[in-house]
């Protein structure tokens, strides 16, 4: 494969670099093979709903296997390090720096990603992606849950080392004529997330040594049975959970602050309303976490607080949808791949944050608890939003990255099937959500409205798994086979692009 | 901020006015739902993997059925005794997880009656999609019925879901004379046959049934002796989907430590699959000659 413009070099040099553009390669790639792995999943997972009774998936256990290891690799091995890699590439370009501060951490910390992704398929767990205790501890089998914690553990451990190394990177590298209020947005979010990471990920990492002790019988931590408490564990979870939700949203949402701007050839509306809404997001993101678990027989006053904290989260997500529409007001907007994956990223934030809403304002979360409008929402938030932009995303960096041009009418045929489809699926599982579908249901009742709408979700989902499909064959031929791209202004904008020529000695 | 961030500053206000107005609306609609009645009478709501089961304020106890009475309050203590599961009556919204060690209340007044759906919301393992119940909402009995509202309540309940009590005594002083083990696969003459289920059946992949092929003449009685902790059953068919699951033979629920017992005299010779309604990875074959 062409990784260099000019001077293709040896698969094993790549593989083995330090250097922050090919490990920012390796995390991209690796983060497409699990999006589309998980997708495989998630592909099985809707047909096997397509019609009540057991269709392709054998078993119950066998589809509780797999949304467990759907939603863990899409969170984990697709979400996560597709941010990290973009960062690594593009971090040290836009602050001016040779490379990450500590390139053989950075290396350690891809390298991770790789062992924990075989840890989580090998055991191919069936405690759903959350983990709850007791199933987790006295009913779900061993050894897959034993790997799946592992996995985890050392995944956790992976982000974090690498929020250390962007954190360095960003406040002691930086080039010393570039202020902190002049760096990119996109620096800003991966600063933001990074902080969070670091605050976010230790509760997460504790309660899992604290689950496999459980699951050895030496503790009771949240086990009944032993005088533990299996709500104890849920908070320890969404602690590090609920703010991981924005670790997943921010990078999406510095690469609309990268993108926005230059295809609609104005600058930034407001460059300091958007650090302000990071710095409010990633503080405010704690505020929050137990609206995931208001059905779990919290009192009233608890309830209160973690709806209002969730409530005070939101005007600052709507201070970064009002900067991008006010940016694109009134600019000469060029409809590229990357701005159509981008605008449909920011409509469908805008639909999944209404539906967050819903959830939190008490009475109603009752209504949409546990149920299929949740999966909606939340997948319309990752996919919708976070996946969308960063399908774009990869567009944009693709003639950075390779020196080709991609075949631009094949990404738009993936853009309005992709679109289409996400709004297909995940807004019917709405409906299906107040029609009162659980989630996690291997067989539902045969009611006529409930088999219509499954049918309607499962033929969005294979649109979009087919869209994605398209979207690897245009990426593979183009970098084979394409033209090459103009570099200094690939997509014909008149703005600037990244300095491509900028090639530091590797290591 | 400056120069044009007065369009900002409106937009966020009429964010943050909306906020606060869905936020105090909630709130206050809330704190008016959680206010239980005090006449409410509480029913003790038990999920265990994968049946619910109920108690009434007089102990009448069902299992996998729920009988209320219409325009009568009542309060839910919801807990459960092995896994999370979570007590959602869809068409009355009423929903809230069982967590074992805990006890969460809801309280509701059914003001429409008919039979509607009781499922677990919550991820319970193996047959979560399958743990469902039903919700009777009867019209509301008379004063003089008012007295005996048990006994109005267990005699509309389907006689197929409800151990007979005699049919358990009889077995119970049967299952003392016969042995546990109980590898007799055919019948022994003038005696019946037992069919074990064994304790830990309940965990998938461990031994249930004892015999799991079991070979008897028609018209032999098999008594059913469930030695476990949990509630099982012998009921005929592959799984929950099969359409003459039930129609053959179906012991309904057998709780820990009860028997139940089959007669065969009406089931036709052949090989018939076998499986627990609660736990369907518990299977075996019943052989008639």
């Known amino acids: 494969m062409v990784l260099e413009v000019k001077k293709p070099r040896a698969l094993w040099e790549i593989i083995f670099s330090t250097h922050h553009t090919d490990i920012g390669l390796l995390y991209i790639i690796s983060s497409i093979t699990f999006l589309m792995m998980g997708g495989a999943l998630a592909l099985a997972i809707r047909a096997e709903l397509f019609l009540p009774g057991q269709q392709i998936i054998p078993d119950s256990n066998t589809f509780h296997r797999f949304f467990t290891v759907h939603g863990t690799t899409m969170l984990f091995l697709w979400a996560i390090p597709f941010g990290a890699g973009i960062g690594n590439y593009l971090i040290p370009i836009l602050i001016r720096y040779k490379d990450m501060a500590w ?37 779900a089998p061993g050894p897959a849950a034993e790997l799946w914690i592992f996995g985890l553990k050392i995944l956790g451990l992976s982000s974090v080392l690498g929020s250390i190394n962007f954190i ?110 990071f710095l409010l997001l990633s503080t405010i993101g704690f505020a929050s976490w137990a609206h995931h678990m208001l059905a779990t027989g919290m009192s009233f006053t608890e309830k209160t607080v973690f709806m209002v904290g969730t409530l005070a989260a939101v005007p600052a997500s709507a201070m970064h949808v009002f900067n991008w529409v006010a940016t ?150 183009s970098s084979v086979k394409g033209a090459f791209a103009n570099m200094s202004d690939p997509f014909n904008i008149g703005e600037q692009y990244y300095d491509y020529r900028r090639r530091e000695p590797h290591h | 901020m400056a120069g044009h961030a007065m369009y900002e500053w409106i937009y966020i206000a009429a964010v943050t006015a909306i906020l606060i107005w869905v936020g105090a609306a909630s709130w206050d609609v809330e704190r008016i739902i959680e206010e239980v009645p005090a006449d409410a009478e509480t029913i003790k709501v038990i999920g265990q993997q994968w049946f619910w089961s109920f108690e009434h304020a007089d102990g009448t106890k069902e299992v996998n059925e729920l009988h209320v009475q219409k325009d009568k309050p009542y309060r839910f203590e919801i807990t459960s005794l092995d896994v999370n599961h979570a007590f959602n009556v869809p068409d009355w919204t009423l929903m809230i997880d069982a967590v074992p060690g805990r006890i969460n209340t809801l309280w509701n007044m059914f003001t429409q009656d008919g039979e509607y759906l009781i499922q677990c919301r919550e991820y319970c393992g193996f047959s979560h999609y399958n743990m469902k119940a039903k919700l009777f909402v009867e019209p509301a009995v008379t004063e003089a019925a008012a007295e005996s509202g048990s006994t109005a309540a267990t005699t509309t309940t389907p006689p197929a879901q409800q151990p007979s009590a005699t049919q358990q005594q009889q077995s119970t002083s049967n299952a003392t004379s016969t042995a546990a083990g109980g590898n007799a696969t055919s019948a022994a003459a003038g005696g019946g046959v037992t069919l074990t289920i064994l304790e830990g059946a309940s965990i998938q992949g461990s031994p249930d049934y004892d015999p799991d092929e079991l070979t008897v003449k028609k018209g032999d009685k098999i008594t059913v002796d469930n030695v476990d902790t949990m509630p099982h059953t012998v009921t005929n068919g592959k799984s929950g989907s099969d359409p003459t699951s039930g129609k053959l033979f179906d012991t309904s629920i057998i709780n820990g430590g009860d028997s139940a017992e089959i007669d065969t005299s009406s089931v036709d010779a052949g090989a018939h699959p076998f499986y627990c309604m609660v736990h369907p990875y518990m299977t075996g074959s019943l052989t008639v000659e």
């Open chain 1, 103 to 139: 390139p053989k951490l950075n290396a350690v910390a891809f390298w991770m990603i790789p062992v924990g992704a075989a840890l989580v398929w090998i055991g191919f767990a069936d405690l759903g992606w959350t983990a709850y205790p007791p199933y987790s501890i006295i009913r």
């Open chain 1, 328 to 477: 694109m007001w009134g600019g000469r907007i060029k409809f590229a791949a990357p701005m159509l994956f981008g605008v449909g990223g920011i409509m469908l934030f805008f639909a999944s944050g209404a539906g967050g809403v819903v959830n939190t304002a008490l009475p109603l979360d009752f209504i949409t608890h546990d149920s299929y409008w949740v999966v909606g929402h939340f997948h319309l938030i990752l996919m919708g939003t976070v996946s969308l932009t960063f399908t774009g995303f990869i567009y944009y960096m693709f003639p950075l990255i390779t020196g080709k041009m991609y075949n631009e009418k094949l990404a738009k045929i993936h853009w309005i099937a992709a679109f289409s489809g996400i709004i297909i699926v995940f807004m019917t599982q709405h409906i299906l959500g107040l029609m009162g579908m659980p989630r996690r249901y291997f067989d539902y009742l045969p009611l006529p409205e409930w088999i219509a709408m499954n049918q309607i979700a499962t033929t969005g989902a294979w649109i979009v798994g087919l869209s994605y499909v398209l979207m690897i064959y245009n990426l593979l031929k």
């Open chain 1, 168 to 277: 360095v990177t960003m406040l002691k590298c930086k080039h010393p004529d570039l202020p902190i209020m002049k760096m990119s947005l996109f620096a800003w979010s991966i600063l933001s997330i990074s902080f969070m990471t670091l605050v976010a990920i230790p509760t997460f990492a504790a309660a899992l040594i604290m689950l496999y002790t459980d699951r050895l019988g030496v503790t009771g931590f949240f086990n009944p049975a032993l005088g533990g408490d299996p709500i104890a564990y849920q908070h320890l979870f969404w602690f590090t959970f609920h703010p991981e939700v924005y670790i997943f949203l921010l990078p999406a949402v510095g690469m609309l602050y990268e993108m926005i701007p230059k295809f609609s050839r104005k600058p930034i509306f407001s460059y300091q309303s958007g650090v302000i809404a």
